[in-house]
């Protein structure tokens, strides 16, 4: 089974990833299981595909081993698709969850909920060190609440209902979040590529 290492250090997330990616042979491990420092990469690029790239090419070529990575994050219609690839320190380098709930909220306040539609991103990608690369993009469409509903995920999960569902990601089990959500699409087609790929030679 080939070795693919994730830009991530989140469990969670390299399990999901893993559950797509051993159906081609390949097991994920973390950068800190492949022994690579621990500096994060700084992400400069002003959309998710430039800054999922990013992560993987950094990583690929420090590593010499395919290289997963995703970046995402919240587009707001109202707000011009803000916080978008700030959405991690969208209130600033101390941010927290709350911070930056707290901030989205006051810039809300007071739109109606017809203008409150938005969409959770991820684009994944997976390099190779042949110079393959593979960007897969999932989105999942909703709107923001006006306060808070649930207290599961993270993030700004407790103010996103996606459409046709009648939880937030916030009152969603994993496995419920899972099938809706834009890290689940873009997996799906990162297995699309994948499939297609397959008969390829060895990596």
């Not at 002003?46 to 999922?52: D, G, I, K, P, R």
């Given at each position: 089974m080939k070795t693919i290492i994730a830009a991530s250090r989140n469990a969670h997330k390299?399990?999901?990833?893993?559950?797509i990616t051993a159906k081609f042979g390949m097991r994920v491990i973390s950068r800190d299981?492949?022994?690579?420092?621990?500096?994060?990469?700084?992400e400069t690029g002003?959309?998710?595909?430039?800054?999922?790239l990013l992560k993987a090419?950094?990583?690929?070529?420090l590593s010499g081993q395919p290289t997963i990575a995703d970046d995402?994050?919240?587009?707001?219609?109202?707000?011009?698709?803000?916080?978008?690839?700030y959405s991690a320190r969208f209130a600033g380098e101390d941010q927290n969850d709350r911070r930056?709930?707290?901030?989205?909220?006051?810039?809300l306040d007071g739109v109606p909920q017809e203008q409150r539609t938005a969409k959770f991103v991820s684009v994944v990608s997976l390099v190779f060190p042949d110079g393959e690369e593979l960007v897969a993009r999932g989105e999942c469409p909703g709107h923001m609440l006006t306060e808070y509903h649930g207290t599961g995920g993270f993030g700004y999960d407790p103010l996103f209902l996606p459409d046709g569902c009648e939880k937030t990601f916030a009152e969603m089990n994993a496995e419920e979040k899972n099938a809706v959500s834009h890290r689940a699409r873009a997996l799906a087609v990162l297995e699309e590529l994948l499939q297609a790929r397959k008969p390829q030679a060895d990596m």
């Open positions: 390299i399990k999901e990833i893993e559950t299981e492949a022994g690579l420092p621990p500096e994060e990469i700084e002003a959309t998710f595909e430039e800054n999922s090419r950094t990583i690929c070529a995402s994050g919240l587009m707001v219609d109202y707000l011009d698709g803000a916080p978008g690839v930056n709930n707290e901030k989205l909220l006051k810039l």
